[in-house]
């Protein structure tokens, strides 16, 4: 399958309007991508900052990741796409169910 | 080659001891290092900008430009000329730009989302080559047409409004929130820009036939052109990475250039390729490279700020390089600054002051006007 720009992915990955937990999505990404590494999380990750600053996403529950199962002590964030983000995503192709 | 720490996408990755389990304080913290990257980014615009200017002066200085400046104004008119000559640097620029963003995407790992996005031209990729002719095309040679027919300091006062009519348009298009605050930052900034190139800029409007409304419309593209080109790419950015947009904005801008435009000048009878040919001398050549990156980290920090801080914010901030310009034009060229240039100073500095200090723990999305 043609690979599309990462913030399509993402998009499309929480077209579902289902919330999802960054480091599932982040996760997700790096094993379709082929994107391993702890460099490619940050990095996948910082797209889906973007993606929250810019209206598309938002936050619905947030907790600390105690166990290191993504990344020791930080903050795991669930998403939900927004109005706005569907808008975006339909312009990028992404049909919504 | 990745090392497991990522200095350029840090902002998740916030370091707390066991104890500190307060959710909200990461949460806040989380959102201020956002906000602060946002900014940091704006300022090392700034500075970028203004060692731009200082490389671009020096471009002028050189053969095969300033020969070509020369010929053209012997022959034709100074703006002419000036026009002519910027079109052949900014055409190169472009060129050196798109070789640094290419080591660069590569470096960061970017280098195949270039592709992935270039060939989403509908939803992506048209945004960047719509804001390559606003910034690139409109901005340049509208600003070239004001320093020809009026002068630099008025070139430079009109140039320095963008940030209006970028705010202007992201709040007005997309919803972007800009609040009184920022607003208020904005135009003291702007204030500041004017008050260390206004009196040049009265100077020449004092000396000037009439109303010289060829440059006045000069300067307006100017301003509109880099305002909407960084409402364009804010939309763009939306669905690709800053840096990864930049290098397809410089992709179709030189296109532009050496497709387009070079190519119709010679057409016209310019003698554009025989100057083109003459760039390979070892100088020009690391003159243009300096340039060319120099206008890549400035570019990058700018359009990375946007999806932090805001297109409005980031411009607001990144400003600041006229205040820097004069100081750099000092240092490197000695070129003595006037006393307003103090009171421009204290007014930039405290216009970046009002937007930093703005509390924005409540705004987690830079967007509110739209649904």
Redesign the interface.
Known sequence: MK??????RI?ELYSDGVAHWNSEVVQQIQKE?D?S????R??I???M????????L??TD???D?EGNY?K???LQKYMI???GK??AS???IRFL | MMTSTNPFYKVEGLKMDDTNTDLKALKKELHTKRIRKGYMWAIFCAIGWALWYIAGTLLWTLDPFFGMYNDLAASDSSTVALILTAVLISGFTAITAIVALLVWNRTIGSHKEIKRSLSEFHPCSKWFLLASIFGGPIAIVGSFIAMGVIGPGFTAVAGLTYPIFGALLAWKWYGEKVSARALGGIMVIIVGGLTIFGGAAFGELAQAEGIPWLGIIGGLMGAIGFGTEGAIVGKGIDVTKPEVGLTIRYFFESSFWFILVIPLLALIGYPMFMYAFQIFDPLVIVILAATGFVAVANYSALYKSYPLVGVAKGQGVANVYGLLTVIFSFIFFGDMPQWTIIVGAVLCIGGSYIMFSEQSEDIESLRGGLK
Do not use: A, H, W
Request: proline share 2%.
């Open positions: 690979q599309r720009p990462i913030k399509f998009l991508y994107m590494g702890d460099y490619y940050d990095y990750n910082f797209d900052i973007e993606l929250v600053s810019g209206g598309m938002t936050g947030e907790k600390i105690k990344k002590g930080t903050l927004t109005d706005f808008i975006r312009e990028c192709c």
